[in-house]
């Protein structure tokens, strides 16, 4: 978000990083984020927290990547936020590595969960968010 120049709007934003390709197009992309109306045409100075992270999500995935790596990607965005996130990020169709403790966001996006240990390095979870979470209570009470 910080790369975002905030005279422009999200449409002039993808304009300026995408100059061939045309305004009908920029805005459908913007509008799979959420991003669609007068809100794709006020300057970015005006937009929500939430809104601006849209944006930015929409300028990452322009090109398509087949990897996107999200740290924290929930932080300061509203619940609306982030369900607009976790709908677009379940239609994306390229790989993606996630790190957060948002688990309303974990349990609804992601497949598989690795978990990283200082004695035994990276190693596959069996089970969902709620799984790990139990296991997590469990280890901890029989300290």
């Known amino acids: ?27 459908s992309h913007l509008g799979s984020f959420g991003i669609s109306g007068n809100m794709a045409l006020r300057p970015m100075y005006l937009l929500s927290g939430g809104q601006k992270s849209r944006v930015s999500f929409a300028l990452i995935t322009w090109d398509r990547p087949h990897i996107l790596m999200l740290d924290e990607p929930t932080n300061h965005l509203d619940f609306d ?23 309303y966001f974990l349990s609804a996006l992601c497949d598989r969960i690795y978990v990283i240990d200082q004695s035994t390095g990276v190693n596959q979870f069996d089970g969902d968010i709620d799984d790990y979470r139990r296991y997590l209570l469990n280890r901890a009470a029989k300290k």
């Open 1 to 27: 978000m910080d790369m975002l120049d905030s005279r422009l709007s999200p449409v002039e934003q993808l304009m300026k990083a995408n100059p061939d390709e045309t305004g009908e197009k920029v805005r």
């Open 81 to 103: 936020a982030i369900n607009a996130l976790i709908v677009a990020l379940n239609n994306y169709e390229g790989g993606l590595v996630v790190v957060s403790h948002d688990q």
